[in-house]
């Protein structure tokens, strides 16, 4: 008997992370004007210091070009900045300014009150470990 794909692990995580996804989106633009997808380049920005535009789309799994677009929009709002990487005349590094760190902190700090009850009778240590398994399994799977 054929298993029903909607019971799939893989299905499940999809409709999870796309819920997950238009709760933060739907939040995000309405109280601070941004859509996730500029919010993580922002994120990724502050996690890793000064990255390049590869980094930050190797991290998040997205295309360069993909990354290059959100770039450009965060470059208009003066929310990003963006220099040469000194060690290679191809490669972009981008930092966040001022306004780009007062917005992340703000939208971060309300983004996880919003999301405040989402994992509620969730083991997260657990839920933790699973995931990072699936990503090690689908990088390798990848490679």
């Known amino acids: 008997m054929t298993k029903n794909p909607l019971d799939s ?3 499940k995580l999809h409709r999870a992370t796309v819920l997950i996804d238009r709760i933060a989106d739907e939040y995000l633009v ?7 997808s500029a919010f993580v380049v922002l994120l990724m920005t502050s996690v890793l210091g000064e990255p390049s535009q590869t980094a930050i789309a190797a991290n998040l799994a997205v295309s360069r070009a993909s990354i290059t677009q959100r770039v450009t929009g965060l470059v208009e709002r ?3 900045a963006v220099r040469a990487d000194p060690a290679d005349s191809r490669a972009k590094l981008v930092r ?3 306004g780009g760190q007062a917005l992340f902190a703000r939208a971060w700090s309300g983004l996880e009150a919003h999301q405040s ?3 509620d009778g969730v083991d997260e240590a657990a839920l933790a470990a699973a995931l990072d398994r699936i990503i090690a399994n689908g990088l ?3 490679a």
Do not use: M
């Open 117 to 119: 009850g989402l994992d």
């Open 78 to 80: 003066g929310l990003i």
């Open 9 to 11: 692990t893989a299905f």
């Open 30 to 36: 309405r109280e601070h004007g941004i859509h996730y």
């Open 96 to 98: 966040l300014t001022e």
């Open 140 to 142: 390798r799977v990848l």
